[in-house]
């Protein structure tokens, strides 16, 4: 299992952006399949985005599609979530995952990650 870090969250303004960054120190993310989940308030955890160790991306949530980017910066060993235009109900605490070491697709199913970082959150308000 990974240890994964996030960072970036905080408070913005409706129709702001911000950067989330999930990082594994001392280790490499470019061979793992990489999620970004977010929970709201007493709602269920939902996929946001993907990406896999090829470079494909999945954006799973129709409402941040066109808003949200994910990306992976290997120098930095970092993979990123990109929002803008970002809307009250994108307030959620958002988390990184891992996939295992050996599974190269994609799957918004929270189930199939085995490394979770704590979670960072991002609150969208004026």
């Known amino acids: 299992q990974l240890q994964l870090v996030e960072s970036g969250g905080g408070l913005v303004q409706p129709g702001g952006s911000l950067t989330l960054s999930c990082a594994a120190p001392?280790?490499?993310?470019?061979?793992?399949?990489i999620g970004w989940f977010r929970q709201a308030p007493g709602k269920e955890r939902e996929a946001v985005a993907c990406i896999n160790s090829s470079e494909s991306t999945t954006i799973y949530v129709d409402s941040v599609r066109g808003r949200s980017t994910i990306s992976r910066d290997s120098a930095k060993n970092t993979v990123y979530l990109q929002m803008i235009g970002l809307k009250p109900e994108d307030t959620a605490v958002y988390s990184c995952a891992a996939r295992p070491f050996v599974q190269t697709a994609c799957t918004r199913n929270a189930n199939l990650y085995n490394s979770w970082g704590q979670g960072t959150q991002v609150t969208v308000s004026s």
């Open positions: 001392g280790r490499t993310l470019d061979v793992y399949v």
